[in-house]
């Protein structure tokens, strides 16, 4: 993957859609001082390369009676890239991140009723090699959750995003 090349228009435009992505094209051009062409390619282009997105996003009251689960992974270093990837494999798990600290690994998964993370959680990611420990936690109550960090949905449902 290469790193995007972003200028301040398209970084101001981006900063425009984060806010309200129903604004229309020809608002932000006046906004930003360039055609409603130049507004509309800049948007395609930045579709094109997943740069950005446009989704409903849907709060977690809608998803009832899916629950939001946070598994950490202590995983081998050498291979965690690799088994970062087996663990974004599995249908059920909605978002993979490797981090530093206590864990290696970060894993989101939504899930209905206790046995299927049960499934995820102990018989598919710590089946992986190279997989040593994990904890999962389970969100009871969600105070803040600011949706235009990231988006959570069903794994069926999501966005491809490399």
């Given at each position: 993957m290469t790193t995007a090349q972003l200028d301040a228009v398209?970084?101001?435009l981006?900063?425009?859609l984060a806010r309200d992505a129903r604004v229309s094209n020809?608002?932000?051009a006046t906004d930003l001082g360039v055609t409603e062409g130049t507004v509309r390619g800049r948007i395609k282009r930045l579709?094109?390369?997943r740069l950005i997105a446009f989704t409903a996003i849907t709060s977690f009251g809608m998803e009832d009676p899916t629950k939001l689960a946070?598994?950490?992974i202590q995983a081998d270093i050498q291979n965690v890239q690799a088994i970062a990837r087996q663990i974004a494999d599995l249908p059920t798990v909605n978002a993979v991140i490797i981090t530093m600290g206590r864990f290696t690994i970060l894993a989101v998964v939504l899930f209905g009723e206790l046995d299927q993370l049960h499934e995820v959680?102990?018989?598919q990611i710590l089946a992986i090699p190279g997989v040593h420990h994990i904890e999962t936690s389970i969100a009871v109550k969600t105070l803040k959750y600011n949706p235009?960090?990231?988006r959570i949905t069903d794994a069926d449902h999501s966005p491809e995003i490399d």
């Open positions: 398209d970084r101001q981006i900063d425009i020809r608002k932000i579709q094109q390369e946070f598994i950490g959680a102990s018989n235009r960090i990231v």
